[in-house]
């Protein structure tokens, strides 16, 4: 079983078909089973324009769930998802950090 630390995952790129969504800024975890859950995510100001038509850069949680599995991580080029543009878009307001 491939492992991958935290420290590898933070700092990468996140895509959404092939466009640079942002950058994992963290890693969110439930404390009760101790399992990770989400991935804090910067999204880049392009991807934030395209998705809620936002001014600038934003930071938002997006589930584990999202994340493509198997061999479709890697560290040079990044994480994929396997969502679509038109799938993120309905992104709770409460769950949104606006970056100045």
Known sequence: MI???????????????????GKIKGVIIDPEEWK??????EITKEAAKEILGAKTAIRNKL?????????????????KISL????????PVSDILILS
């Not at 589930?63 to 994480?79: F, M, N, T």
Request: no cysteine.
């Open 3 to 21: 492992r991958i630390e935290s420290t590898e995952l933070i700092g990468s790129p996140i895509y959404v078909e092939e466009m640079k969504l």
């Open 63 to 79: 589930a584990i769930s999202a994340l493509q599995k198997g061999s479709d991580y890697r560290k040079e080029k990044g994480v």
């Open 36 to 41: 990770l859950t989400h991935l804090d995510v």
């Open 84 to 91: 679509t543009f038109a799938e993120l878009s309905p992104i």
